[in-house]
């Protein structure tokens, strides 16, 4: 059965730092989602993409994050300068398309800021 | 967007019938209620989704009264293995709908014993 990759599962960084958080979606999907979820807490939406462009973002998704999908296949949420605050559990989905509801999951990347 | 209430802690024992129970008293009328399951640093995971009256897949079935303000998910003779949280979310995120964005809730955490 098709899944959703991310990479990697765990990334330590320090406090201002740049990390990027890589996804694979399951292929021929057409929507792509990042959410997060803070150890404890609620999962949190983040942003979503579609025909290469952001189709909605929440109010944490600020000027400090961006998405792109560079090569067709892979899914990239980069946090330029990280906070502590920014420590969570990633998790990027996909679905398929419109006539679906159905959001799939990877297994998220652990990121902890130092 | 239509808040819900489930309970936040539900125990059962291997072999049992497990329902919850979810109240969305202010549901709208293109709003869909789905249910996802998360186990511990894992994605979630979809279970079902339904609009009205009785869904059922292989995993569980969702009964919706007509007034449609709550909502119950069953999972037939459970197992240690369904110990998780389970999120029922209610949106505009149903066939068609071009969003998708899922508002998540603390869920209930269920707890299934030998």
Do not use: E, K, M, W
């Given at each position: 059965e098709p899944e959703v990759t991310q990479t990697p599962s765990h990334q330590v960084t320090q406090m201002g730092q740049e990390v990027i958080l890589r996804c694979v979606p399951i292929?021929?999907?057409?929507y792509f989602y990042w959410y997060r979820q803070i150890l404890g807490q609620k999962v949190e939406f983040l942003v979503s993409f579609y025909n290469n462009e952001i189709s909605e973002k929440s109010e944490?998704?600020?000027?400090?994050f961006s998405v792109e999908r560079?090569?067709?296949s892979n899914f990239t949420l980069k946090i330029r300068s990280t906070k502590l605050e920014d420590s969570a559990m990633y998790f990027c989905a996909s679905r398929p398309g419109d006539a679906s509801y159905e959001q799939y999951f990877g297994p998220g990347t652990r990121l902890t800021v130092t | 967007l239509a808040k819900t209430t489930q309970p936040i802690s539900m125990d059962s024992y291997e072999g049992q019938e497990v329902n919850i129970t979810c109240s969305?008293?202010?549901?709208?009328?293109n709003d869909y209620i789905t249910w996802y399951q998360q186990f511990p640093s894992q994605g979630p995971r979809f279970i079902i989704q339904g609009y009205k009256t009785k869904v059922t897949n292989e995993v569980a079935s969702l009964f919706i009264p007509a007034d449609r303000k709550s909502s119950t998910l069953s999972l037939p003779?459970?197992?240690?293995?369904?110990?998780a949280v389970y999120y029922c979310l209610v949106g505009d995120?149903?066939?068609?709908?071009?969003?998708?964005r899922l508002y998540f809730g603390r869920g209930t955490q269920l707890t299934v014993w030998p």
């Open positions: 292929s021929n999907h057409l944490i998704f600020d000027d400090q560079p090569d067709g | 969305h008293n202010n549901i709208a009328t003779r459970v197992s240690l293995s369904d110990t995120i149903g066939r068609g709908s071009t969003l998708g």
